[in-house]
């Protein structure tokens, strides 16, 4: 994985050792496996299959011929903006990555989708460093801390309104913990 770069030009490097073949997004799935499994075909000077006829398979049947087809070779699958991906397209290309023949070189260029992250961690990004200096992944979450604030300003103004003796004061701590317990079960 290559952070913020553009890695179209990584494929004429790579295409010198291994069968290399540049997608621009990896959705929608089906018709980037049908380009997949035709630049394997070219690339191999074999009988590329019409696409009517892979149009007609699904997914799984297509997926099972790129496995059949990448069969004693390597397949570097170049890709750009990672972040674009949803769930069930990161599942499926998730899926692929388990094939022992076939690699992916990707980029991202922002925060991506959660659901996601198991894709994500079938890679190693290169330019860490660069990544980590440019602020992803510094994201901190501040819901806890705002969380007690508003918990402590609703204590003081309830403490302010009221300073009549102690069963104020623990009024006061109860209502203000029932505050913060409600607005954790909102958030969550």
């Known amino acids: 994985m290559v952070w913020r770069k ?13 069968i290399t ?3 621009n997004e990896l959705s929608p799935i089906k018709s980037k496996l ?32 790129l496995f059949k087809k990448s069969s ?3 397949v570097v699958v170049v890709f750009n903006h990672f972040e674009r991906l949803t769930p069930s397209t990161a599942r499926f290309w998730l899926s692929v ?17 959660k659901e996601a992250y198991g ?4 890679f190693e990004v290169v330019n860490q460093k660069v990544m980590k200096s440019e602020g992803s992944g510094s994201e901190m979450d501040i819901t806890i801390p705002f969380i007690l604030i508003v918990g402590a300003f609703v204590f003081i103004c309830f403490l302010k309104v009221s300073l009549i003796g102690s069963v104020i004061l ?10 913060i317990r409600t607005l954790l079960y909102l958030i969550r």
């Open 6 to 18: 553009n890695v179209f030009n990584y494929v004429e490097i790579i295409s010198e050792s291994y």
């Open 21 to 23: 073949v540049y997608l």
């Open 34 to 65: 049908i380009q997949l499994i035709a630049s394997i075909q070219e690339i191999r000077d074999r009988k590329v299959p019409e696409s009517s006829q892979l149009q007609r398979m699904t997914i799984e049947e297509l997926k099972e011929m």
């Open 72 to 74: 004693g070779i390597k």
């Open 97 to 113: 990555s388990g094939h022992e023949r076939i690699v992916f070189l990707g980029s991202v260029c922002g925060n991506f989708k």
């Open 119 to 122: 894709f994500y961690q079938a």
């Open 170 to 179: 623990i009024s006061a701590l109860w209502f203000a913990f029932l505050v």
